[in-house]
């Protein structure tokens, strides 16, 4: 495992992060003392950066990891959770009002079974106008920061040029992170794009999804899935070509976007069963197949940086 620094956080976080979405069945059913376990191997094993969402499971994931976090020291992790999309009973909900962001902080801290959470991150900001958050949200978390409830603020979104035009665009120092997914995989690096912005503004980058939220896998990508055909169908020759040389696409995209570039501080996967942490772990710690990349992205073509609306 290797540690890295986000940015001026003052943290030094594992290249591998512990994404808690799973926890919350967000993806199939799971077994609740398997999904704890799964908390338990990922710091028992380097693993020191965990993050999660009250949106995940719709409160699940939260309290699923809180009762993992519970048996675990306080100085073992950096725990980071979100605000501002939620759900209820199978129905999603947005909320980025200074007055919910602030409330869903301290309901977070209970479930997590926390006193102080170390990056709290506005959710997937293209869901509200950018200019609520920049004139609401960020400052009634930074409000939060003050007082040390909470130890950094960032933001989330799969949109790069969203997460830009908030950093221009609120006083240095409000966004501490950023958190991008499916922009730094074997299909889709246009997070590079971006990277010389975000260092200059001294702001951390965090990676999620190197499978491309499902995309990048042996087991073919999920129907709900919102990339077009095209893509799919790319990604599929990928992977099947992966399995011909003996060597999972699933270990190569981990591998990819964990090992290449320092400046991505972290990359999260997820799961909630502890075989497969570690099995990801695993993958970290060997060195990645070069040739092999380089043949994936050849056999994806003109499918690179491909974009869809997130969901």
């Given at each position: 495992?290797?540690?890295?620094?986000?940015g001026?956080?003052?943290?030094?976080?594992?290249?591998?992060?512990?994404?808690?979405?799973?926890?919350?069945?967000?993806?199939?059913?799971?077994?609740?003392?398997?999904?704890i376990?799964?908390?338990f191997?990922?710091?028992?094993?380097?693993?020191?950066?965990?993050?999660?969402?009250?949106?995940?499971?719709?409160?699940?994931?939260?309290?699923?990891?809180?009762?993992?976090?519970?048996?675990?020291?306080r100085?073992?992790?950096?725990?980071?959770?979100?605000?501002?999309?939620?759900?209820?009973?199978?129905?999603?909900?947005?909320?980025?009002?200074?007055?919910?962001a602030?409330?869903?902080?301290?309901?977070?801290?209970?479930?997590?079974?926390?006193?102080?959470?170390?990056?709290?991150?506005?959710?997937?900001?293209?869901?509200?106008?950018?200019?609520?958050?920049?004139?609401?949200?960020?400052?009634?978390?930074?409000?939060?920061?003050?007082?040390?409830?909470?130890?950094?603020?960032?933001?989330?979104?799969?949109?790069l040029?969203n997460?830009?035009?908030?950093?221009?665009?609120?006083?240095?120092?409000?966004v501490?992170?950023?958190?991008?997914?499916?922009?730094?995989?074997?299909?889709?690096?246009?997070?590079?794009?971006?990277?010389?912005?975000?260092?200059?503004?001294?702001v951390?980058?965090?990676?999620?999804?190197?499978?491309?939220?499902?995309l990048?896998?042996?087991?073919?990508?999920?129907?709900?899935h919102p990339?077009?055909?095209?893509?799919?169908?790319?990604?599929?020759?990928?992977?099947?070509?992966?399995?011909?040389?003996?060597?999972?696409?699933?270990?190569?995209?981990?591998?990819?976007?964990?090992?290449?570039?320092?400046?991505?501080?972290?990359?999260?996967?997820?799961?909630?069963?502890?075989?497969?942490?570690?099995?990801?772990?695993s993958?970290?710690?060997?060195?990645?197949?070069?040739?092999?990349?380089?043949?994936?992205?050849?056999?994806?073509g003109?499918?690179?940086?491909?974009?869809?609306?997130?969901?």
């Amino acid at each position: 495992m290797i540690y890295n620094k986000l940015g001026k956080t003052g943290m030094t976080v594992s290249n591998l992060g512990f994404g808690a979405s799973s926890l919350g069945g967000v993806f199939h059913s799971i077994k609740e003392t398997e999904a704890i376990e799964a908390v338990f191997t990922a710091v028992d094993n380097g693993i020191n950066f965990i993050d999660v969402s009250p949106y995940y499971g719709h409160l699940k994931a939260e309290t699923v990891l809180g009762k993992a976090l519970k048996d675990i020291p306080r100085d073992k992790y950096y725990l980071s959770t979100k605000v501002g999309r939620y759900g209820k009973d199978g129905v999603n909900t947005w909320d980025y009002s200074a007055e919910r962001a602030q409330a869903s902080v301290y309901e977070s801290m209970e479930r997590l079974n926390v006193d102080y959470i170390d990056l709290i991150n506005v959710h997937d900001v293209e869901f509200t106008e950018l200019q609520k958050v920049a004139e609401e949200t960020l400052p009634a978390l930074v409000e939060l920061r003050d007082k040390g409830v909470v130890g950094h603020v960032g933001i989330t979104d799969l949109q790069l040029e969203n997460l830009k035009w908030l950093v221009e665009n609120t006083p240095e120092g409000t966004v501490e992170t950023i958190l991008n997914f499916c922009h730094y995989c074997l299909n889709d690096d246009l997070l590079l794009d971006y990277m010389d912005f975000f260092e200059e503004k001294g702001v951390g980058i965090i990676n999620a999804s190197p499978l491309s939220m499902g995309l990048l896998s042996q087991r073919g990508t999920p129907d709900w899935h919102p990339a077009p055909e095209s893509l799919k169908e790319a990604c599929a020759r990928a992977a099947e070509y992966c399995n011909e040389k003996g060597y999972p696409i699933e270990k190569l995209a981990v591998q990819y976007s964990t090992s290449l570039n320092p400046r991505i501080a972290t990359t999260l996967f997820s799961s909630a069963n502890p075989v497969n942490v570690l099995k990801n772990i695993s993958y970290v710690n060997e060195p990645v197949d070069m040739e092999l990349v380089a043949k994936v992205r050849d056999i994806i073509g003109d499918q690179m940086r491909v974009r869809w609306k997130n969901s």
